[in-house]
């Protein structure tokens, strides 16, 4: 018996037996390549990212949430060095991306080569003497395309309305640390002067560049790192760089690690010129150091917060790169607690980000201080549990170590749940409510409700012990069970019986 093959061949018609396209064609908008199908990806493949070239090339699409995404990557890179559409066509269908979607569905293809187009700002053209060059904004570099860590969407995009059931369900949102600097996205780290922001910033962007895999015991992705400095020169940031990667064993800095001063220069011109650098170097985080000298303009004013975002910010998370900013915030005044300050002027630098991070420190000692971070919003998902670093200072070097905080640390922390708060608080000890509300900050009749709530669930018991006609109450459960969360919101399971042995561990 004969197998039918009629779709096979089908695709193998649509995918090789296209509408041949000459050495120099000229497409079906007017553009007229330069460079033949061979020309092309010769040099993609000598571009400074050609390892995503060459992954996407061979098919791989690993590093996106969708093989359309990976698709419109791959149409994109091309469309850097050709802007002849017949010819984008013909060059992705000999790519290991291939697939029955782009050859059976001009719309799709239609689409795909559309968005690529638009959202070119620099095009390649060769030079007279054949060297390389990238020409945009009046002037020619060497060319790189920066990474898309997410869509390759942003200014220049169509505007226009498209079904949802047309795209792909995303993979997995990506972060540069895990839970708390997204990819693509604005993070704000703010705090009181002297709590080590943009040192813990610099040690950040050493491990991300440096390809450490973890920070302060947390992971974090393996990017090129953009430093923009506002506030300090370029001596002062080498020697805490360097000091940094002594603390950390290391002789040099990582080589892509990078760093722009914008000392004297205007705002619009040093972000011009690190967006230049971030797709020459093909920059995955930018640290902004800090937001209030870069906004140049008045940090309490919505207009000025929102245009600097719009204007300054936004060509960034276009192209893909996740951007941490440093921010100072207000002097405590009599009353007021630290956990419950923000970033100093309009809400709006917290509402623009999507990840907000507050630095506090809790110890200073001798050549040393010891910093509290606590995630205060996170658009994507549950905060983060609060955690803390030491730093330890020398003249040569300093050097960072992760500090977990114990449970009565923990019941201070304003960012868990009042019910997490009290037991807790509870870690330490039978305490009646008044003690607990002292320790952790909440009202009294905070702590009764829930107090009320976890004896329902047997998570907590009186101790027969009464003053001021309150009982005195304690962990009914260890209070390794009663502490545990997994971030799936779901406490059920410390409910179930435990026994303890002889030796007081719980047994499951």
Known sequence: MIRDRSEELDMFHARHFVEPIGARATGANGHRSELTNAEVIELARGASNAAKFEALWEGDTGGYASHSEADQALISL??????????????????????????????????????????????????DDGARMVVGNGHATLPSPSPSLYKEEGRGRKLEAVRF??????????YLLKDLVLAAYVTLLYGDGGVAKSLLALALAEAIAGDSKEWLGREVGSYP????????????????????????????????????????????????????????????????????????????????????????????????????????????????????????????????????????????????????????????????????????????????????????????EATLNATDRVKLALENGPAFPWEIAEHTGLAVKTVKNALTGLRKQEVVEPTGEIAHRTERI???????????????????????PVLINERGEAEF
């Open 78 to 127: 091309l469309a850097f060095y050709t802007q002849d559409e017949e010819q984008l066509d013909h060059l992705y269908r000999q790519s290991g991306l291939c697939r029955e979607k782009w050859l059976k569905r001009s719309d799709y293809r239609r689409n795909s080569i559309d968005k690529a187009l638009s959202n070119l700002t620099d095009t390649y053209t060769p030079s």
């Open 165 to 174: 059931s047309d795209m792909e369900m995303p993979g997995p949102r990506r």
């Open 225 to 412: 790192v953009l430093y923009v400095d506002f506030e300090l020169d370029a001596e002062e940031q080498a020697r805490r760089v360097y000091q940094l990667c002594r603390g950390q064993g290391l002789s040099t800095p990582p080589d892509n690690l990078f760093y722009l001063s914008s000392l004297g220069h205007p705002a619009r011109e040093a972000f011009t010129a690190a967006l230049d650098a971030c797709k020459e170097h093909g920059v995955g985080l930018m640290v902004v150091d800090s937001l209030g000298p870069a906004l140049q303009g008045d940090a309490e004013a919505a207009r000025d917060v929102i245009g600097f975002f719009q204007k300054s910010i936004e060509p960034f998370r276009a192209e893909g790169i996740a951007i941490l900013i440093i921010d100072h915030q207000s002097r405590l005044q009599q009353g007021q607690s630290y956990q419950s300050k923000g970033a100093f002027g309009s809400v709006f630098k917290t509402n623009l980000a999507r990840s907000v991070i507050q630095a506090q420190a809790t110890e200073r000692g001798e050549g040393t201080l010891t910093v509290r971070l606590r995630q205060k919003k996170h658009n994507f998902g549950p905060l983060a549990e609060p955690f803390g670093a030491k730093l330890s200072f020398t003249e040569e070097a300093v050097s960072m170590e992760a500090v977990e905080l114990d449970a009565s640390e923990l019941a201070e």
């Open 474 to 496: 304690r962990l009914s459960v260890p209070a390794s069970l009663s502490l545990y969360r997994d971030g799936d919101g779901d406490d059920n399971a410390l409910l179930a």
